[in-house]
Structure formats: structure tokens, C-alpha cells
């Protein structure tokens, strides 16, 4: 499965997200401290954020499936809209329609999500990924950010003041690196 990527991709320190979109806290730093982060280190070219999906439950699941369904350019804006209208599609009487009508903003028809949501591959390859994040990096919560392969790693949607010094402490140590594909 092929990585998502947040800023420019030869930028010298990878941030790996795990996230869950059923997560309050990773709704928190998508819509609060992402922003400070982009602006601080990704649009600077100090870092990129490469998105990866932690499903904690099927619901979570799903939405991930939705959207990596969605145009590849269109992604972490399907992402944003995931976290930004969390609370109202998760505690939805049938939490898929309302998934579908928020894949409809991406041109997404009723026919298109359902044939995404049932994609078997595309359920193995998320959660393919998710294990190998347990069992390489040990994540088990969401968000978790894994800096460079694993030469810094944290739980938590800290403020961008901690990810400024992850950032500075292994720019000034020279540690650059890329990160383990992601499953396929």
C-alpha cells in the first residue's frame, strides 16, 4: 500500500502517524496541532508526515478503507473531513450512511463506497500494515509518531513545541532516514 505523504517527501526527518479515525485524540491533532506542525516543519522542509492507519474498530476500519478510495489528491481532505465531522458520523444512527455521505463530497456514489467498503485486498493491506506497526514499531494507541525508523518515537497528540525538538534533536544528530514501506 503505497504511503501518503504530508510535505516534501526528500525533507530529512519522516514522521510516521498511526491513527485511528474513530480516535478523539488523533481528531484533536489533526484538526488542532497538525496545522502548527505543517506550518512549523513540513511547509519549511524540515520534516514530512506520512499518514498511516491504526484502525481501532470496524467503523474505523471502514472510514480508512473510504479513504484511500478517494482520489490520491483528495486524500487528507477526505482525512480532515473524517476528523473534523468525527463525532457526528460515529455517533450516527447508521454511522455508515453518514460515511457515505461524506464520501459523496469526494465524488464518491453509493455504488463506489460500497464496492470500496467490502474490497477485501484493501481491508488485508490496512490491517497487514497495522500489525507490522505492532510488531516493528510496538504500537498499541493512537496517534503514535515514529520519527526516522524508530530513533524517536511518542504516544499522545502533544503540542508542535514536541515535535519542534524531536525534529531539531535528530536534524542536529544527523539522523535522517526513511520509512519502512508500509505492507505492499
Known amino acids: 500500500m503505497k504511503d501518503r505523504v504530508l510535505g516534501?517527501?526528500?525533507?530529512?526527518?519522516?514522521?510516521?502517524?498511526?491513527?485511528?479515525?474513530?480516535?478523539?485524540?488523533?481528531?484533536?491533532?489533526?484538526?488542532?496541532?497538525?496545522?502548527?506542525?505543517?506550518?512549523?516543519?513540513?511547509?519549511?522542509?524540515?520534516?514530512?508526515?506520512?499518514?498511516?492507519?491504526?484502525?481501532?474498530?470496524?467503523?474505523?476500519?471502514?472510514?480508512?478503507?473510504?479513504?484511500?478510495?478517494?482520489?490520491?489528491?483528495?486524500?487528507?481532505?477526505?482525512?480532515?473531513?473524517?476528523?473534523?465531522?468525527?463525532?457526528?458520523?460515529?455517533?450516527?444512527?447508521d454511522p455508515m450512511a453518514a460515511l457515505a455521505q461524506l464520501g459523496s463530497l469526494a465524488g464518491m456514489d453509493a455504488s463506489q463506497f460500497k464496492a470500496c467498503t467490502e474490497n477485501a485486498d484493501l481491508q488485508t493491506d490496512i490491517v497487514t500494515n497495522m500489525k507490522q506497526a505492532e510488531r516493528v514499531y510496538k504500537v498499541n494507541s493512537t496517534p503514535t509518531f515514529v520519527f526516522n525508523d524508530g530513533a524517536a518515537q511518542f504516544a499522545g497528540a502533544y503540542p508542535v513545541t514536541k515535535f519542534e525538538e524531536v525534529v531539531a534533536s535528530l536534524t542536529k544528530a544527523g539522523q535522517q532516514g526513511a520509512a519502512k514501506q508500509g505492507g505492499k
Open 8 to 93: 516534501d517527501p526528500n525533507a530529512p526527518v519522516t514522521i510516521i502517524e498511526y491513527a485511528s479515525l474513530t480516535c478523539p485524540h488523533c481528531a484533536h491533532f489533526d484538526t488542532e496541532i497538525l496545522p502548527q506542525v505543517k506550518k512549523q516543519l513540513l511547509d519549511t522542509g524540515k520534516a514530512k508526515l506520512i499518514y498511516r492507519d491504526f484502525p481501532l474498530d470496524n467503523f474505523a476500519l471502514k472510514a480508512a478503507m473510504m479513504a484511500r478510495c478517494v482520489s490520491p489528491l483528495k486524500y487528507f481532505d477526505m482525512i480532515d473531513v473524517l476528523f473534523t465531522n468525527q463525532e457526528r458520523w460515529i455517533k450516527a444512527k
